[in-house]
């Protein structure tokens, strides 16, 4: 009787959290999200909006639920392991930019469609036959539709690939880039074991090149082009607001203090972070080529006298020496061997009581968040290790990481602001 029960369960959670969502909207006058090709492609519930915002993460878990349920495990096994097709039909339409090709009014025939998308692509024959049967796979995917036979309209998701740019070069990025080393992390592992070595991973093995991934994309203008548009689509997420650093941490605490950004890219972070609270002083380190006349940036002139931008390689010893030492997005895109080795060479700039914090992803125990929310941290973790064979890490990961580093170092607290996507790690140097 359980499985019963668990369906019924499921269906009235469905039930209730679908009337907190339409209530909602009702209230202010607003649609749900929807796939007619004027539709909203989101829905326009901010996350300040906790009860709504949260039941529509659960409505989506609910129905992913009761979905598998009604499937079941035996359908569902054969499903998922040829689901690699959904890959596919996308990374047709966004290599054959078949949505550019569809009016965003009216319909298209397949075979008018066909003729269009060919001239599109330098008269590469890609016929009727294929078109048609990468778009009716899409469509059941909901990227565009077929309102009458054999005519082609858009849906919203279309659309996206047609105008919302860092998202049609995530589907890019994602389905023609990233797809040869997905398939290959497997072999990578075999080929070299155990490895922590960012030349040694499946992007390596897929590319048959030996270069880190960033230096392996930053040859290719396009590459890596598409590559920083599609982390815009990844990082204009509201979880990864720089709001959320802002006010995550009790920079207060540190009272009349110079904080160390290391690896703050540009400074924005450290920027945003100024100008709350005036009484913080920030050197925010970079590569030499960061700070090149080309590649450097500027701090807005009101802030100048408390933000620097500097070099310094986080591998090499530090000499700043500040109460506070700060990785934003660091860590993760790098080894255990490495994020040592970057906690080593703080060493000799840290005083008893000098603090490192760090902001970064932290693994959830097993079910202790949505299934929407840890799904998409276990989805980012295996990227971490098909691109850079670094990988997230859970809170006695980050302990262990500390100790190995220096048995000086104590962390004091792992914790994730509330709606952020991204975890506050400090720690403390106990040493003199
Ligand atoms: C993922 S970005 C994070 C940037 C910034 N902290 C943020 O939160 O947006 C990683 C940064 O680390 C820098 N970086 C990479 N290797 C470095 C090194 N050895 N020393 C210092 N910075 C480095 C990169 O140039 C880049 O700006």
Redesign the pocket.
Known sequence: MASIERMTTLAKEISDKTTVITEYLTSKGLEAASYDVNGLAEFPIPPEDAIPFKARLELAAATRELYDISVGPKQGLRDLAWDSTNNLSLQAIWEFRVAEAVPLDGTISFEELTTKVEALNDGLQIGVLNLRRFLRHAMLNRIFCEPTKNQVAHTRRSRLLLEDEPLKNWAGFMCHDLWPPMANAVNAMKKWPGSEEPTETSFNYAYNQNLPW?DFIQQDQTFSKRYNLAMKAH?GAAGYSVEH?VEGYPWGELGDATVV??????G??SFAIAEAFPALKFIV???V??RTQETMGTVPPHLADRVKLTT????TPQTEAAKCYF????FH?FANKYCVKILQALIPALRKGSRIVI?DGALPEPGTVGYIEERAMRTLDLFMQVTVNAHEREADDWAALFAKADPRYKVNRIWKPERSVMSFIEAEWMGE
């Open positions: 960033f990082g650093v950004d290391m690896g703050g890219n540009q924005y972070i380190q970079d590569t080529g960061m310094h390689d986080f591998f990785f934003r997005m660091i895109g902001n």
